[in-house]
C-alpha cells in the first residue's frame, strides 16, 4: 500500500517538475511530457510500463471529457453543427476506412474485418488530447471550437466502426444497414442516458439544499456514474459524459452560486491538469513496451 502510494506521488512530483521545465521552454505540456516519457523509457533499468485500459477509460477519461464539456460553446457547437457533423462521421470513417485497406494490402493475412478494427481505434482524435493542445496553440476562435467539438462527438462513429467489425471478425457477416442503425442506436442512447443522469443531478442541485462542498463533491461523481452506466447499457460512454456535460454547463448559473463556481473551477482546472499530464506521460513511457511487443510479433517478421 506505501508503494503505491509513492508510486503515485512520485509520478505526481515528476510530471509536475516536467511541466515547469515545458514552460520555462514554451513548449506545450502535453507534447514535452510525451517526449520525455518516450526518453525516459528507453533508459536501463526503467521497468516496463503497461497502461491498464480500465485506468483511462474508467477513471481518467469520464472527468477530463466532462471538464471540456462544460468548457464547451453552446452557440459555437451550434454554429458548426454541420462542420463538426461532417468530420465526426465523414473524416472518422474516411481514415478508418483508409487504415483497414492500407493494412488489408501491406501485411500479410491481414482482412478487411482486422483492418476497420485497426482503423475504428487509431481514427478518432482523443477529446483530451485535443483539448490540452489547442490551449497552447493560436488559432482563430471558430476554427478551436470545430476542432474541440469534433474531438468530443467522434466516439459514436469510431465505437459503431469498432462493434461492427469485431462483429464481422467473429461471425464472418457484416451489413451496412446492421450498422448505420447501430451507429444511431449508439448517438441517440448515448444522448438519452447522459441527459437523463444530469438532469437528476440538476434536480438535486436544484431544489435540494446542497453546499458548495456537496456541488464540487456531487459534480466529480457524474461524470463517472454517466460514463459506467451507458458502457453498462453498450452506449458510448463518451458522448453521454459529453451530453451530461453540457447540459450541466448550460444551467450552471441556475443552479450553482457565484461562489461554488469559483471552488468548483479551481479543483476542476487541478484535477484535470493532473490527470491530463499524468496520462501523456504514461504514453510516452509505453513505447518500449510497444516496440517490444512488436518485435516479438509476426508483424515485425513477416514486413
Not at 11 to 32: C, D, E, G
Not at 163 to 192: C, D, E, H, M, P
Not at 227 to 256: C, D, K, P, R, W
Not at 275 to 290: H, Y
Request: net charge positive; with cysteine; proline share 4%.
Amino acid at each position: 500500500m506505501h508503494e503505491i502510494l509513492l508510486l503515485c506521488l512520485g509520478l505526481v512530483l515528476s510530471v509536475s517538475l516536467l511541466v515547469l521545465l515545458a514552460q520555462k521552454l514554451k513548449i506545450a505540456y502535453p507534447i514535452f511530457l510525451v517526449a520525455a516519457g518516450l526518453l525516459l523509457g528507453f533508459i536501463p533499468g526503467i521497468p516496463n510500463t503497461q497502461i491498464n485500459p480500465d485506468l483511462v477509460f474508467l477513471i481518467i477519461l469520464p472527468p477530463i471529457l466532462y471538464d471540456a464539456a462544460q468548457n464547451t460553446s453552446w452557440k459555437a457547437l451550434w454554429r458548426w453543427r454541420r462542420i463538426i457533423s461532417a468530420m465526426a462521421l465523414g473524416f472518422v470513417l474516411f481514415t478508418a476506412t483508409s487504415v483497414a485497406l492500407v493494412s488489408y494490402y501491406l501485411i500479410p493475412g491481414f482482412t478487411l474485418a482486422q483492418g476497420f478494427l485497426l482503423g475504428a481505434i487509431v481514427s478518432p482524435p482523443d477529446a483530451a488530447a485535443a483539448t490540452a493542445i489547442l490551449r497552447f496553440v493560436k488559432l482563430p476562435k471558430g476554427l478551436v471550437s470545430i476542432l474541440e467539438g469534433e474531438s468530443l462527438l467522434n466516439d459514436a462513429t469510431s465505437l459503431t466502426i469498432f462493434r461492427f467489425a469485431l462483429l464481422a471478425i467473429v461471425s464472418n457477416q457484416f451489413t451496412w444497414q446492421q450498422a448505420a442503425g447501430g451507429f444511431v442506436l449508439v448517438v441517440i442512447s448515448g444522448i438519452v442516458i447522459g441527459l437523463a443522469i444530469a438532469f437528476i443531478f440538476y434536480a438535486v442541485f436544484r431544489w435540494l439544499p446542497t453546499t458548495a462542498n456537496l456541488n464540487i463533491t456531487l459534480s466529480i461523481v457524474l461524470p463517472y456514474l454517466i460514463y459506467v452506466t451507458a458502457e453498462a447499457l453498450h452506449s458510448s460512454g463518451v458522448l453521454a459524459v459529453v451530453s451530461g456535460g453540457l447540459f450541466i454547463a448550460y444551467q450552471n448559473h441556475f443552479v450553482f452560486s457565484h461562489s461554488s463556481r469559483l471552488r468548483s473551477n479551481a479543483i476542476w482546472s487541478s484535477l484535470v491538469f493532473i490527470l491530463n499530464a499524468v496520462v501523456f506521460f504514461l504514453i510516452g513511457l509505453q513505447l518500449p513496451e510497444i516496440l517490444h511487443s512488436v518485435k516479438d510479433g509476426m508483424l515485425f517478421t513477416s514486413i
